[in-house]
């Protein structure tokens, strides 16, 4: 094994380089003594130190003293001996970003002035131990500000400075995050920044500095001019592959349309396809990339209802429209799209006014279109009203049924009920609208008379508006008419202004609290005020005396409340299962999950069994 030294005098540091991998005994002499690896360089490196001589000296078995230089690496003198141009040329160095800050700037400081003598330069540190700073500031020069000079130098030292800069943690774009860094700062002119005389010597490697950059430019606008042929000659070659391979597409597309017959299904034709597998990765080209989704259990099941079929004569135009999935076909048109047969729906305006909990209840079902070959059914397509293959279900563990039940929320009996309501409503509706002549203006102009006017003949006729009912309505302007109206009664300023609470009665405030758990609370009225709340323009300010308590206490409403009057108490079993063991231990259940509302479905549920109704209700409220 050989080991050579080498003094780097711009760095002021000593360089071992080893015609091989030195034994373990040596790197671990070496690492133990502060010497790290460069693998930019190959060698084993130090700051130049007597200890670390002492260890390199040891090392390559020759005595060194730390003044003497055995090979200096870009030794520079105090003058100008290099160019301009190749000064201000980078090529990205190795250097120890892992060292003290001032002794980085120490570096720096020490780099540029060697390359640019001509130039002044400030390089300064500060900030705190999570926050240093390297400012590097360009004082004096022969040059011009705004010149292509100044501007190569200045470019020079901000490449210099992020040589040494290291991202502990990037930023992240999408947040407030911002990137951590062993040290911030950057590169500016001084604001007293001076030009200093420019000698014989300068103005010639100005001019040289000219011709390069002349030269630098030509080779670029070659080198661009190149690329670009390149970049349209491949260009080129794509148009042509493209040319060929929507020739070769018009051919299978042709084959398909030759190959097929499309049988529009009636009513007492159509049946359904149950479990049909849809991945849930969609709008894919080919056929087989809905198997591999399928494959690896990313899919759903649906049910669908067949509207059409599409038989195919030849399996080579099966596999054609099999991987044409994506392209319009005009028997596809106008096909697929979700239904249920939930009788709480009979519009999608019903659907969009449920909540939650409600929407979840419903289960939707497709129209699809068949795909047959051979007498045998090969997938399903649901295009959702567009002319391409939107959505692709499988069918290899379907079955094919006539038709399938459903298990309605409503019973019949209910539903003729709420049926009846809703007619009697859109009798009182049209008479309002007759009565006030607002023919043209009542969903508008005229909203406020034709809502009250509505709601008095409600109460007269004993009717009220719910969200069943509206329900079981036909016409769309006056369901969503209807649906405003109940939205605006679910104010819980107007509520509260309608309750006629008199002050020194009792009540009982449920609702949920901020942990999610219902809260009960027996009070004794004194006032409230509608007001505006953190972000709810929308609240009340309830003040009251609670139950045991001697002083008035206060809270702002704003979303669900239930308030009944009198003071009412919940069994334990309303909002709990409740389970007692041999031994006499109780252990108790909570049957919901924090803020689930379902809970306030409990309350109304047991007081109404006790027929008492709530004078506050914010949660599903009927006028």
């Given at each position: 094994?050989?080991?050579?030294?080498?003094?780097?005098?711009?760095?002021?540091?000593?360089?071992?380089?080893?015609?091989?991998?030195?034994?373990?005994?040596?790197?671990?002499?070496?690492?133990?003594?502060?010497?790290?690896?460069?693998?930019?360089?190959?060698?084993?490196?130090?700051?130049?130190?007597?200890?670390?001589?002492?260890?390199?000296?040891?090392?390559?078995?020759?005595?060194?003293?730390?003044?003497?230089?055995?090979?200096?690496?870009?030794?520079?003198?105090?003058?100008?001996?290099?160019?301009?141009?190749?000064a201000t040329q980078w090529s990205e160095l190795e250097v120890n970003k892992e060292q003290e800050v001032k002794e980085?700037?120490?570096?720096?400081?020490?780099?540029?002035?060697?390359?640019?003598?001509?130039?002044?330069?400030?390089?300064?540190?500060?900030?705190s131990y999570l926050h240093s700073t390297i400012n590097i500031k360009i004082k004096a020069s022969p040059y011009e500000?705004?010149?292509?000079?100044?501007?190569?130098?200045?470019?020079?030292?901000?490449?210099?400075?992020?040589?040494?800069?290291?991202?502990?943690?990037?930023?992240?774009?999408?947040?407030?995050?911002?990137?951590?860094?062993?040290?911030?700062?950057?590169?500016?002119?001084?604001?007293?920044?001076?030009?200093?005389?420019?000698?014989?010597?300068?103005?010639?490697?100005?001019?040289?500095?000219?011709?390069?950059?002349?030269?630098?430019?030509?080779?670029?606008?070659?080198?661009?001019?190149?690329?670009?042929?390149?970049?349209?000659?491949?260009?080129?070659?794509?148009?042509?592959?493209?040319?060929?391979?929507?020739?070769?597409?018009?051919?299978?597309?042709?084959?398909?349309?030759?190959?097929?017959?499309?049988?529009?299904?009636?009513?007492?034709?159509?049946?359904?396809?149950?479990?049909?597998?849809?991945?849930?990765?969609?709008?894919?080209?080919?056929?087989?990339?809905?198997?591999?989704?399928?494959?690896?259990?990313?899919?759903?099941?649906?049910?669908?209802?067949?509207?059409?079929?599409?038989?195919?004569?030849?399996?080579?135009?099966?596999?054609?429209?099999?991987?044409?999935?994506?392209?319009?076909?005009?028997?596809?048109?106008?096909?697929?799209?979700?239904?249920?047969?939930?009788?709480?729906?009979?519009?999608?305006?019903?659907?969009?006014?449920?909540?939650?909990?409600?929407?979840?209840?419903?289960?939707?079902?497709?129209?699809?279109?068949?795909?047959?070959?051979?007498?045998?059914?090969?997938?399903?397509?649901?295009?959702?009203?567009?002319?391409?293959?939107?959505?692709?279900?499988?069918?290899?563990?379907?079955?094919?049924?006539?038709?399938?039940?459903?298990?309605?929320?409503?019973?019949?009996?209910?539903?003729?009920?709420?049926?009846?309501?809703?007619?009697?409503?859109?009798?009182?509706?049209?008479?309002?609208?007759?009565?006030?002549?607002?023919?043209?203006?009542?969903?508008?102009?005229?909203?406020?008379?034709?809502?009250?006017?509505?709601?008095?003949?409600?109460?007269?006729?004993?009717?009220?508006?719910?969200?069943?009912?509206?329900?079981?309505?036909?016409?769309?302007?006056?369901?969503?008419?209807?649906?405003?109206?109940?939205?605006?009664?679910?104010?819980?300023?107007?509520?509260?202004?309608?309750?006629?609470?008199?002050?020194?009665?009792?009540?009982?405030?449920?609702?949920?609290?901020?942990?999610?758990?219902?809260?009960?609370?027996?009070?004794?009225?004194?006032?409230?005020?509608?007001?505006?709340?953190?972000?709810?323009?929308n609240a009340v300010k309830l003040t009251y005396r609670p139950e045991s308590k001697r002083k008035l206490y206060f809270?702002?409403?704003?979303?669900?409340?239930?308030?009944?009057?009198?003071?009412?108490?919940?069994?334990?079993?309303?909002?709990?299962?409740?389970?007692?063991?041999?031994?006499?231990?109780?252990?108790?259940?909570?049957?919901?999950?924090?803020?689930?509302?379902?809970?306030?479905?409990?309350?109304?549920?047991?007081?109404?069994?006790?027929?008492?109704?709530?004078?506050?209700?914010?949660?599903?409220?009927?006028?």
């Amino acid at each position: 094994m050989t080991a050579v030294l080498r003094i780097n005098e711009e760095l002021n540091g000593i360089e071992l380089y080893f015609d091989s991998k030195p034994e373990q005994e040596v790197l671990t002499h070496l690492k133990s003594n502060g010497f790290r690896y460069s693998g930019f360089k190959k060698c084993w490196w130090s700051k130049r130190t007597e200890k670390s001589m002492q260890v390199a000296n040891g090392v390559t078995k020759q005595e060194i003293s730390s003044s003497k230089t055995i090979t200096k690496t870009k030794k520079k003198a105090k003058g100008v001996n290099m160019s301009l141009w190749d000064a201000t040329q980078w090529s990205e160095l190795e250097v120890n970003k892992e060292q003290e800050v001032k002794e980085m700037a120490k570096e720096i400081r020490k780099h540029i002035r060697q390359r640019f003598p001509q130039c002044k330069f400030s390089v300064t540190t500060g900030g705190s131990y999570l926050h240093s700073t390297i400012n590097i500031k360009i004082k004096a020069s022969p040059y011009e500000k705004g010149s292509t000079y100044l501007t190569a130098i200045y470019d020079y030292c901000n490449s210099l400075l992020n040589n040494y800069r290291h991202c502990y943690s990037p930023a992240d774009p999408y947040t407030d995050y911002a990137g951590s860094y062993n040290f911030y700062g950057r590169v500016s002119l001084d604001w007293e920044y001076t030009v200093t005389e420019q000698t014989e010597e300068i103005k010639e490697d100005m001019t040289l500095f000219d011709s390069k950059m002349e030269e630098f430019e030509r080779a670029e606008k070659a080198r661009k001019e190149k690329e670009l042929q390149e970049y349209l000659k491949e260009q080129e070659l794509k148009n042509a592959e493209y040319k060929r391979q929507q020739q070769e597409e018009k051919k299978q597309v042709e084959n398909i349309y030759s190959s097929i017959v499309v049988k529009q299904l009636n009513e007492d034709q159509e049946y359904f396809v149950i479990d049909a597998q849809f991945a849930n990765l969609n709008k894919n080209q080919t056929l087989d990339q809905y198997k591999d989704e399928v494959a690896k259990g990313d899919y759903r099941l649906e049910n669908v209802k067949i509207t059409k079929e599409v038989h195919f004569n030849t399996e080579e135009a099966l596999n054609n429209f099999s991987n044409l999935l994506l392209n319009d076909f005009d028997f596809l048109a106008e096909t697929g799209g979700s239904f249920t047969e939930d009788n709480r729906i009979n519009s999608m305006i019903d659907y969009y006014n449920m909540d939650d909990l409600e929407k979840n209840t419903v289960k939707w079902n497709l129209y699809g279109v068949g795909v047959y070959y051979d007498g045998k059914l090969q997938f399903i397509i649901d295009a959702q009203g567009h002319s391409y293959a939107r959505y692709v279900g499988l069918v290899d563990n379907a079955k094919i049924e006539k038709s399938i039940s459903h298990k309605q929320a409503l019973k019949e009996e209910e539903l003729q009920e709420l049926k009846y309501q809703a007619r009697k409503i859109e009798d009182l509706s049209s008479s309002v609208i007759e009565e006030l002549n607002i023919f043209a203006t009542w969903n508008n102009e005229d909203w406020d008379k034709y809502k009250t006017s509505l709601k008095e003949k409600l109460k007269l006729n004993n009717l009220n508006l719910s969200k069943n009912v509206i329900q079981q309505a036909d016409a769309e302007k006056l369901k969503t008419a209807l649906y405003r109206i109940l939205h605006e009664v679910d104010s819980i300023q107007e509520q509260f202004k309608n309750a006629d609470l008199e002050k020194g009665e009792k009540y009982t405030l449920f609702h949920i609290s901020d942990l999610g758990s219902l809260i009960t609370e027996r009070i004794t009225y004194d006032s409230y005020r509608p007001t505006k709340y953190a972000q709810y323009d929308n609240a009340v300010k309830l003040t009251y005396r609670p139950e045991s308590k001697r002083k008035l206490y206060f809270r702002h409403f704003y979303s669900e409340l239930l308030m009944f009057k009198g003071w009412h108490s919940l069994p334990e079993t309303v909002l709990n299962n409740v389970e007692v063991k041999p031994d006499g231990m109780k252990i108790i259940h909570s049957k919901y999950h924090s803020c689930d509302k379902r809970q306030f479905d409990e309350v109304l549920g047991y007081l109404n069994k006790k027929s008492f109704k709530p004078i506050i209700n914010t949660y599903k409220p009927n006028l």
